[in-house]
């Protein structure tokens, strides 16, 4: 992990300083809300449905033990215990949730006592800058950084610069609109790449020399839209200004007149060609401008050198095989949570936050402890919070799976269903979050109710389900195989079904094609989403050619195929005159 | 940097340029001011519109205006710090700001993790005389 400086931590307890000025000023009412509120959405603070919620950032998903069992603290003695959704019988101490972009949330802290968890926050390195607002968020990456076998080469080092790079640049702060900017450098894309406002891929040229191929312009939300190349190759060391070129013209060229159309995806959009012609003329003013910096050789080393060295002895011997649990349980978690790793002897493994009980993606104050001990046993004390919501061990020697199957159990987190319809994700929807025009974690609970058979689950093989309450697709809707959106219609709850979404991925039907899943259909009432969900599986178990995913026939079955399986569980929304079906309105 | 109040006067001999001005060529107007070093004042409508930022940005790195770049309009105290590193050399507020929080609120820091966007031409972190 990075290695921080005295001035990286002093940088943070400034930081909360001034917040915490900020917060007093308001709350002296000095500091109305219409000056307050960007300042605290660039902490992480939103105000939400029944509580803040304080969105902290987790740099390109790398965690250690000793901040997560901070943000635990942070969740036994802050989060109120009473929120609505732990109706679940579950003890009180507060919870957190992990994000789709590698953050953490909490939902339950008082504003009051904000500055106080900032604080406490910057004693371990953490933060909540720039995870909200018109500004550049939380850089994302693959939870398999600098392990993955597939890996070109390692993300991180540019990552922890970028993030520097981003954090309060005062030039940037008030955007049109967020931006989102994902980095891998691996074979296949594990961050959702085309997904986001600008995606960087490592690669080297034919030279051998280090570089970006960058995209820029995706996003999801009301208008799902992929990121469009604007260079096959920039040299590492040139990479932050040619960002620079893409935010400056974005920040001088974005729409500033309608919130909903504000992200970069539509300039892009909008602009073609002559958007990109106008970021390369700005990156090529800035390369001509002998007081335009790269970035140094020397601090690229500073950066690099606490990802350099792994933390575990070096490579080890496959373990010998007997002797392990000859259980069907501990086979399929071996399957399904373990991953491959660069360095012999060596797994990834999952903790899936994934489970009956609970909401996608959540981990009460003594789940987030047991995480951190089975990380300090297991892995170094390192932790990667995934895409999918889930936590990752990235060091585990591969002779301690046994021990790690036991502990993982116990604690809760080896449910064997990473890829599968059970390691859906999903936002905290209605229950928590203001913005929702539905609940989904009674959703989740059920579709987890309704294919808790293990057996069944693995029979259906690879399926992502992404659920979000609401438009702004925290729950990734667009790109899941199966993708749930929460509409309000006459005030109720209702559930727009999509299919054949794609993250860019090789889970999707065509591996590194990124795809929006399309809509079938009028939304579905509460009551019918799960039986509409559970008629897709049916007609894919049913029409599946032999090794073909879900995501695959997805794409080779026609949309009407999947249209009528759905209509045929309709209900209350079923239609019973011969006039054509109303199509939903698709996103413009 | 200068702090005033809404109730000042701008620079005699101000160009003021519009909010929408992406500075890819510069009006003759403002080619004058600049060749003149006289004050350029820079809007902005809404204190969370940015792009003014990135005006004053190219106004100093690309085209080399040493005189006073003045932000005006809905231009409130907790701004100041961002101004004075993208090289805003006044704040004029707009009405109820008070100039001590504006003089506070650049106190936070004494270090960032990237440098000033334009200290390298003398402004920005160097404070103008």
Redesign the interface.
Known sequence: MYRSTD?DR??LR??A??FR??LE?HLRG??PDE?FR??RLQNGWYVQRHAPMLRVAVPYGELSARQLRQLSRIAREFDLPAAPHLNLGLPPGGYGHFTTRQNLQFNGIPLARAADVMDLLAEVGLHGIQTSG?CIRNTTSDALAGIAPDEAVDPRPYCELLR??S?????????PRKFKIAVHGAAEDRVAGDWHDIALVLRRNELGEIGFRVKAGGGMGRTPLLARTMSDFVPWSQVLVFIEAIV?VY???GR?DNAYKARLKILVKAEGQSFVEAVQ?EYE?LLA?P?T?AIPQSEFDRVAAGFADDPIAGPLPEPDLAGWPSSSAFTRWLDRNVHPHRVAGHRAVTLSLKRAGFAPGDATADQMDAAAALAERFSSGELRVTHEQNLLLPWVPARELPALWHAARDAGFARPTVGLLGDMIACPGGDLCALANARTTPLAGQILERFADLDEQHDIGDLALHVSGCINSCGHHHSGHVGVLGVDKDGTEWYQLSIGGSDGSARGAVPGQASPGRILGPAFAADEIVDAISALVALYLRERQPGERFAQTAARLPLADWRAATDAVRTGTARHDSAPAHEAVAPA | MRITTDDSHLPAGAVTLANAE???DLRPEVQAAIADGRPLVLEFPK?????A???A??LR??WHHRGEIVAHGDV?A?MA???R??GFSAMQMRAGQDRH?AE?ALG??????????VV??GFGAEVLS
């Open positions: 001035s002093r940088f400034q930081r300083a001034q000025d900020q000023r000095e500091l000056l960007p300042l018109n520097q790079w954090t309060l640049h005062p030039e940037f702060a008030f955007l400056r920040n001088l060229a500033r003329r003013a401008d007081l910096q | 992406q500075l890819r204190w969370t519109d940015g792009r930022y990135s005006q940005v190219l790195n690309r409130v907790d710090p961002l101004l590193r993208c929080v506070r936070w820091f004494d270090h960032h993790h990237q440098r000033d966007p390298a031409t």
